[in-house]
C-alpha cells in the first residue's frame, strides 16, 4: 500500500523560505515521477511542481517558478520542495502526489499524502 507522508509546513511571515518534505513507503520510489501540489482556502487542487524518476526533469507552475524548488533522494524515498520568497497568495494545504507518468494534471494521480498546511501572513 502506497502511503506518503508530508511534513514542514507551518506559520510564517510574506518573504520567508520553508522546506517540505514528503516520505514515500510501499512502492519503488524511483519509478515514480513525484509532484507537489497545493490547495488554497476555499479552492481547487493545482499543480505546483514535478519531478522526474530520476530528477533529471523538473517543471513549476508559472506562480512558483523562480521561488520554489522541488528535488528528490531516491536513497531515503523522499521528495522536497523549498519554498523561498513565501507570499500570502502562497498559503495553502500542500500535498504530493506519485504516478509513473510526468504529468501535471490532478487527476492523473492516485496516491496522494494527507497533506501539510503552509500560512504566509502579510
Known amino acids: 500500500q502506497v502511503q506518503l507522508v508530508e511534513s514542514g509546513g507551518g506559520l510564517l511571515q510574506a518573504g520567508g523560505s520553508l522546506r517540505l518534505s514528503c516520505a514515500a513507503s510501499?512502492?519503488?520510489?524511483?519509478?515514480?515521477?513525484m509532484g507537489w501540489f497545493r490547495q488554497p482556502p476555499g479552492k481547487e487542487r493545482e499543480f505546483v511542481a514535478i519531478?522526474?524518476?530520476?530528477?533529471?526533469?523538473?517543471n513549476y507552475a508559472d506562480s512558483v517558478k523562480g521561488r520554489f524548488t522541488i528535488s528528490r533522494d531516491n536513497a531515503k524515498n523522499t521528495v522536497y520542495l523549498q519554498m523561498n520568497s513565501l507570499k500570502p497568495e502562497d498559503t495553502a494545504v500542500y500535498y504530493c502526489?506519485?504516478?509513473?507518468?510526468?504529468?501535471?494534471?490532478?487527476?492523473?494521480?492516485?496516491?496522494w499524502g494527507q497533506g501539510t498546511q503552509v500560512t504566509v501572513s502579510s
Open positions: 519531478i522526474s524518476r530520476s530528477g533529471a526533469f523538473r
Open positions: 502526489a506519485a504516478n509513473l507518468a510526468m504529468t501535471m494534471r490532478v487527476s492523473d494521480f492516485t496516491s
Open positions: 510501499g512502492l519503488t520510489f524511483s519509478s515514480y515521477a
